[in-house]
């Protein structure tokens, strides 16, 4: 590619603190803004993931230790209501001695 003989006499009269002026303005400049787009893009991607899991794991421990025995104790209730052939009785109150952690032994 050739440069146009108006140009070409322009750059070669440019001083340093112009060609640096230019280089700054064409190059450096939208190379910076595209960095710095590029790393809020990726923090804000990072920011989303973490309100994600925070919601995900919102819930503690206790509270779902809590519902999973408030859960077993309304199942345990229940397999009382169930009928069936003696198989069927046997491994339900198998069933209901785990869900009462083993206290019908």
């Known amino acids: 590619m050739r440069l146009r003989p ?8 440019m001083t340093d603190d ?4 230019l280089l700054e303005k ?13 790393s809020s893009a990726v ?3 990072l920011e989303s993931k973490i309100k994600n899991l925070t919601k ?3 819930i503690g421990l206790s509270t779902l230790e809590k519902q999973i025995e408030e859960s077993e104790k309304d199942l ?6 169930l009928s ?3 198989n069927d009785l046997d491994a339900l109150k ?3 001695n785990l869900l009462d952690g083993g206290k019908n032994d």
Do not use: H, N, R
């Open 84 to 86: 069936g052939d003696q």
């Open 94 to 96: 198998d069933l209901k």
């Open 18 to 21: 112009q060609a640096l002026a």
């Open 26 to 38: 064409k190059w450096i400049s939208p190379l910076v803004s595209s960095f710095e787009a590029m």
């Open 76 to 81: 345990s209730k229940m397999i009382d209501d």
């Open 56 to 58: 995900k794991y919102d």
């Open 43 to 45: 923090l804000e991607s």
């Open 6 to 13: 108006k140009a070409k006499t322009y750059i070669e009269k």
